[in-house]
């Protein structure tokens, strides 16, 4: 049964900082996916990660993929208040958009 | 091209009753996968329907069951409503059911609350 781990749960920044949210994932795939979701709302897709080695980036944020690690990262530099939401990745186990999902990133951007 | 869009937005049940979710599908997609998101967790996948046959279930009981119309829309129905059903609905679409790569697309969502 395909696991996917995210930490930290909660993320507290001040603005102007960096930090890295971690995404470990336990069987062997190369489609993750990112995704942010602000409150009562539905999932905003933020990258694609279609092989090993694979770095996106898209203003302040920054996501790369390490198969053989099974583990994603996603970077924030910089942050500032707009970035507060839940952050999700997702692993595709069946290449087949049957996504598993980790518990999700609580992201909170103080000035 | 409008995106995929869900009905209702809000819906409020009780303790045994049943309930049906409606997904219409982007224009062009025949793939139609539905989550469940309860508070404070992640999505989780409930089944996926690929013209008009289920292709494949998550761990949901037999009381979720669904339906793609030859449109490609799709219905989402949860008999014997229990308290922990109370979640966000989404579905999803995609273009085509193939290995490669196709960008799956979500919905707004159904907030089901069951009291």
């Known amino acids: 049964e395909l696991k996917v781990e995210q930490n930290p749960l909660f993320l507290s920044m001040q603005e102007g900082k960096n930090y890295t949210i971690y995404c470990n994932y336990s069987t062997t795939s190369d489609r993750l996916y990112w995704y942010r979701q602000d409150p009562g709302k539905s999932l905003e897709s933020l990258f694609v990660?279609?092989?090993?080695?694979a770095v996106k980036q898209e203003g302040r944020l920054m996501a790369s993929l390490d198969t053989k690690a099974r583990l994603s990262t996603l970077h924030i530099t910089a942050a500032v208040h707009d970035l507060s939401a839940t952050y999700f990745c997702?692993?595709?186990?069946?290449?087949?958009?049957?996504?598993?999902f980790g518990a999700g990133t609580i992201l909170r951007v103080k000035s | 091209e409008t995106g995929v869009t869900q009905s209702p937005t809000h819906l409020i049940k009780t303790r045994g009753q049943q309930v049906t979710l409606r997904c219409s599908s982007q224009s062009g997609h025949n793939t139609v996968s539905w989550y469940q998101q309860a508070l404070g967790q992640g999505p989780q996948f409930i089944f996926q329907?690929?013209?008009?046959?289920?292709?494949g279930r998550g761990n949901f009981p037999p009381r979720f069951s669904g339906l793609q119309f030859p449109n490609y829309s799709s219905e989402l129905n949860v008999n014997a409503l229990e308290l922990d059903d109370s979640a966000l609905y989404l579905c999803a679409s995609s273009p085509r059911l193939v290995p490669a790569y196709n960008e799956q697309f979500f919905g707004p969502g159904t907030r089901l609350t069951v009291l």
């Open positions: 329907y690929y013209r008009e046959e289920e292709n």
């Open positions: 997702a692993v595709d186990w069946e290449y087949g958009n049957k996504l598993v």
């Open positions: 990660l279609l092989s090993n080695g």
